[in-house]
């Protein structure tokens, strides 16, 4: 909404300092790109709760605590904090297309790495694996409101940005399904490398085809824009903006500051409890049945639900001003 409500804000501003008769144009291929990027997003994703799920059984294929097996899923947090704010300048000055790239590329590269970390004692290439998808997080995040306004138009923005948030979320929803079926808890160390090969390898296999389309299909911006909002973005010589000037804004922005708190006690609540769930789950049900599995898709269908209502919030509101 808060997208919606500063594009038509742009609009009108535009509009003053344009022509009126300023041509403005939606594109079909904008389908295309928001469904790529939440597809890639969907990946890394499944990437990040891939290994907590089973955390049981892949504690034991690599015979290391617990709360190591958790370092796999908080790794994705740790590296958000210092990138995030580099990562935001490059997408402001660089673009759609550089920040995608960069993502989708990352999220193939830990997925290939971690093919190489199927034995029992590389357990530092495995996590090595998971840092680089959790750097690859930082590139997507961001993204959806960037592309919602930069390729929908005015009346499209909040249900672009919505589409792009909830394949982040259907991934978590996946990657508690997915892994449990793949990788049993077998005694066999052998059978057990196996089938988290398979995993692995398909895991692999779908970040590199996405990879390759992102490559082939993902475009910088329309050649005509999509709104008023943008084409004054576009006339604009823009020279009284600075990235650190927007940060200064942000920061003394108290809605801003209320958005942060209130949205991130929500998430870091959904986190913890997706990052602790194995645990959570085995405590009460040592054997998982149909209505176990039911509950965990539920939890997360809801909550991807309720953050598709929030895109503005689901997308780190950094780009809330544009």
């Keep these: 909404m808060l997208e919606q409500m500063n594009v038509r804000a742009g609009a009108a501003a535009g509009e003053q300092k344009l ?4 041509e403005t144009r939606l594109y079909r291929r904008r389908w295309v790109i928001v469904g790529l990027f939440s597809c890639y997003s969907l990946c890394n994703a499944f990437q990040w709760i891939q290994y907590g799920i089973i955390n049981n059984i892949i504690k034991k294929y690599y015979n290391v605590s617990s709360f190591t097996i958790d370092w796999l899923a908080m790794i994705y947090f740790v590296v958000y904090i ?14 759609l297309r550089v920040i995608a790239l960069c993502g989708c590329g990352l999220n193939c590269c830990g ?26 997080q930082v590139f997507i995040l961001g993204m959806p409101s960037r592309i919602a306004s930069v390729w929908f138009g005015a009346h499209e923005v909040s249900t672009a940005c919505s589409i792009a948030v909830f394949g982040n979320q259907l991934g978590v929803a996946v990657g508690f399904l997915v892994p449990p079926i793949l990788v049993p808890n077998i ?37 005509i824009p999509p709104s008023q909002a943008q084409a004054a973005i576009h006339a604009s010589s823009r020279q009284d ?3 650190f000037q927007s940060i200064l804004q942000m920061i003394k922005s108290v809605p801003f500051f209320l958005l942060i708190v209130t949205y991130g006690i929500n998430t870091g609540s959904y986190y913890a409890v997706s990052t602790l ?44 001003w544009v």
């Excluded at 210092?82 to 673009?95: A, Q």
């Excluded at 692995?200 to 992102?214: H, R």
């Excluded at 405590?283 to 599995?293: A, C, I, Q």
Aim: glycine letters at 4%; proline letters at 6%; charged letters at 15%.
């Design 187 to 223: 005694d066999d160390l052998d059978k057990l490398t196996y089938h988290i090969n398979v995993m692995f390898y398909g895991t692999a296999a779908v970040a590199t085809l996405l990879f390759i389309l992102v490559i082939l299909v993902f475009q910088e911006k329309p050649d």
């Design 82 to 95: 210092p990138i995030i704010f580099p990562v935001t300048w490059l997408l402001d000055k660089k673009g």
């Design 277 to 320: 769930l194995n645990k959570m789950v085995l405590t009460h049900y040592p054997v998982r049945t149909l209505p176990v599995w039911a509950l965990l898709l539920l939890i997360v269908l809801i909550e991807a639900y309720s953050i598709s209502q929030r895109p503005r919030a689901a997308s780190c509101g950094m780009y809330a």
């Design 19 to 22: 022509k009126p008769g300023l």
């Design 241 to 243: 903006y600075t990235y």
């Design 111 to 136: 997925a290939w790495i971690k093919i190489a970390s199927v034995r029992p004692d590389l357990f530092a290439v495995t996590f090595l694996g998971q840092t680089v998808c959790g750097v690859a």
